[in-house]
């Protein structure tokens, strides 16, 4: 089963506008954090924001926001006031606990949501 | 600024022929990973490293040894390179452990293989 879900093969937004991508995960443990990356056509892995499952309050960076619904077991990524050089894939991921025998918790990627920001 | 650095960037290599990717940090992370992309898969974790000394495999580890000589520094081998690992390859690192501020997990700039 796929620990992270990203619905959304692509998405399309006008420029100064928000925009809603999709992520859904799946795990066991109480404990785990979520991240959001961009990934620009240069290449580069670029990390937005993070939130942990424990944290009350959404994370926020910027125009960048994460919708945390923890019975729904989402963590959607909103951007607010779109930008041309928004235009990239966005990779939510997920990563759990370090488990017995290591002190490393793995790391688990979605599929990606190709955002396009036009004028 | 360095951060996370590999190297080659690109490479094409012929079936049958071995190469090493070198990642090196300068954040004096413990833990060290490899991953690979390939289109509409996202990123998958072939080796991981949680500290100097240890490896361990990920979800896509056939085909693959690595070597964490250092604390700084993970390479990744392609012994007999085959045209299904042609993909780009992402070295990462961080400092290892899930706090309750946030840890970011910080990557390098990719390395596209190709295999023909």
């Known amino acids: 089963a796929q620990k992270i879900t990203q619905t959304q093969p692509g998405m399309f937004v006008q420029e100064k506008e928000a925009v809603t991508l999709d992520c859904t995960y799946d795990?066991?443990?109480?404990?785990?954090?979520l991240f959001w990356y961009k990934q620009p056509s240069s290449g580069e892995m670029i990390f937005l924001i993070y939130?942990?499952?424990?944290?009350?309050q959404n994370a926020t960076e910027g125009r960048y926001s994460l919708n945390f619904q923890k019975a729904r077991k989402s963590a959607n990524l909103v951007i607010s006031a779109s930008q041309l050089g928004d235009s990239a894939m966005y990779f939510c991921?997920?990563?759990?606990?370090?488990?017995?025998?290591?002190?490393?918790?793995?790391?688990?990627f979605g599929r990606g949501t190709q955002l396009t920001v036009w004028p | 600024n360095a951060g996370v650095t590999q190297t080659p960037k690109f490479q094409v290599l012929k079936t049958g022929q071995s190469m090493t990717l070198q990642c090196a940090q300068d954040?004096?992370?413990?833990?060290m990973y490899w991953y690979r992309q390939d289109p509409g898969m996202g990123l998958r974790l072939i080796y991981y490293?949680?500290?100097?000394?240890?490896?361990d495999k990920g979800e896509v580890p056939n085909g693959y040894n690595v070597s964490r000589l250092n604390k700084r520094e993970f390479s990744l081998r392609l012994e007999s390179a085959a045209p299904s690992q042609t993909s780009v390859y992402f070295c990462?690192?961080?400092?290892?452990?899930?706090?309750?501020?946030?840890?970011?997990?910080?990557f390098g700039e990719g390395s596209w293989l190709t295999v023909v």
């Open positions: 990462a690192s961080s400092d290892g452990t899930l706090k309750r501020s946030g840890n970011t997990i910080y």
């Open positions: 795990t066991s443990d109480p404990s785990y954090g």
């Open positions: 939130q942990g499952s424990y944290d009350q």
């Open positions: 991921a997920m990563r759990e606990p370090p488990w017995r025998g290591s002190t490393l918790g793995r790391l688990y």
């Open positions: 954040m004096n992370h413990n833990s």
């Open positions: 490293s949680a500290s100097e000394g240890t490896t």
